[in-house]
């Protein structure tokens, strides 16, 4: 029999106490987690042994595994665990920890994920809208902060290149982060004559994300999964109203006659579904708000981690609803609303490498990998 020796980090260990795994040593490693959770399987389940590898500070087994994503943090776990030692938490704790060990620059994860740091993060995007819109000419800063001058000026040439900037960056940093977890998960349980060819996983993948076929498994938290949904599928809606947007920017930036009565149908399309989206937004998220205050007695209330990413997205819905009201309304208070409407935009997208945000692409990778390698 081969013998491991192990290497326990307990730096490890405290970070994922203060990631909101802190009845991590409550557990006693009776297994009733894994034997209630309806999304782990058979063989090898999670999250008891996620608990004892936490517990050990075994943070390489935690950060190579897939588990730790297939988990969709529904809390049946929590819930049933007789020590309250809410495994379910726990895994979000090492979620996050592996968010940050993944990420770079490192010291992003830190300041996004502290409390202290909301005020200066949000307030990033406005200095940024400041110092252009200064560097631009385009007026006095308290007209540039209130939104009318660069709203005026054609905003595709004011904020467009600074939230594509933005938008490149999470991009490659969130691949960056992504392929690193991939490696790490290959390094534990290499890919070799795989069960699943690639393409198929993704389709597979795909599907099980649009029909939330996992998440649905849940018993404890059950509406959790359509409020889940709804918000997904309003973010989908928002992503093609902007690329609509965008279909109706570029020629008009670049001055080219490319327009066809197809296309301005298609265009003319995107207010009403960017509106829908929106609407679907509020509500999707509103649910996730009273079904996490609901079921807090028996799953916990969640963490800062949670809260943030929760209330950005609430925050957008409601800022991006308040601006079109008070555009048709027409009165100037439309363009500060937007302001503020841009800062959670730049908030949740550009710092999406760190933040919650980030769990859509760690999970799906993991879903991908593990079927390709026969865990699911
Ligand atoms: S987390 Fe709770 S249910 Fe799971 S093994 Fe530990 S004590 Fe048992
Ligand atoms: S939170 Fe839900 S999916 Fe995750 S381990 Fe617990 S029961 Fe399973």
Redesign the pocket.
């Known amino acids: 029999m081969s013998e491991r020796i192990l290497n326990p980090d307990l730096g490890f260990v405290k970070d994922v106490i203060n990631a909101g795994g802190e009845s991590l040593k409550k557990c006693y490693q009776c297994a009733t987690?894994?034997v209630?959770?309806?999304?782990?399987p058979d063989d090898s389940p999670?999250?008891r042994k996620e608990m004892v590898q936490a517990q050990w500070g075994l943070k390489e087994d935690l950060f190579r595994n897939p588990d730790i994503w297939?988990?969709?943090?529904?809390?049946?776990?929590?819930a049933y665990c007789p020590r309250g030692a809410k495994?379910?938490e726990v895994?979000n704790a090492v979620r996050k920890v592996s968010i940050a060990e993944f990420s770079a620059p490192k010291f992003l994860a830190d300041i996004v994920n502290k409390p202290a740091a909301l005020i200066p993060l949000l307030a990033a995007p406005l200095v940024i809208l400041l110092v252009w819109s200064h560097l631009l000419n385009m007026g006095s800063a308290a007209a540039a902060v209130y939104g009318s001058s660069f709203i005026a000026s054609g905003q595709f040439k004011f904020i467009d290149p600074l939230f594509g900037a933005a938008a490149v960056f999470a991009v490659v940093m969130l691949a960056r982060g992504v392929s690193k977890y991939w490696n790490a998960m290959s390094a534990g349980l290499p890919v070799a004559g795989p069960k699943m060819e690639l393409g198929q996983a993704i389709g597979e993948t795909i599907r099980d994300i649009l029909g939330h076929e996992?998440f649905k498994k849940?018993e404890v938290t059950k509406a959790r999964s359509t409020a889940h949904m709804l918000v997904l599928y309003s973010f989908i809606g928002l992503l093609v109203t902007t690329l609509l947007a965008l279909t109706k920017m570029i020629p008009e930036y670049f001055a080219l006659n490319w327009s066809t009565a197809f296309v301005e149908g298609l265009v003319s399309a995107y207010k009403i579904i960017g509106a829908v989206s929106g609407v679907i937004l509020i509500i999707g998220i509103l649910l996730v708000m009273s079904n996490r205050a609901k079921n807090a007695p028996k799953a916990g209330m969640g963490s800062y981690y949670d809260w943030l990413f929760i209330s950005l997205v609430a925050g957008l819905g409601i800022t991006g609803l308040f601006t079109e009201l008070l555009r048709l309304a027409n009165t100037p208070i439309a363009y500060g609303m937007y302001v503020a409407h841009l800062m959670l935009v730049f908030f949740l997208f550009a710092y999406a490498p760190y933040s919650k945000m980030a769990h859509m692409f760690y999970r799906a990778t993991a879903m991908v990998f593990a079927r390709m390698t026969g865990r699911m």
């Open positions: 987690c894994s209630v959770c309806n999304v782990s999670f999250p297939l988990c969709h943090q529904c809390s049946d776990c929590t495994p379910g895994l996992r849940c």
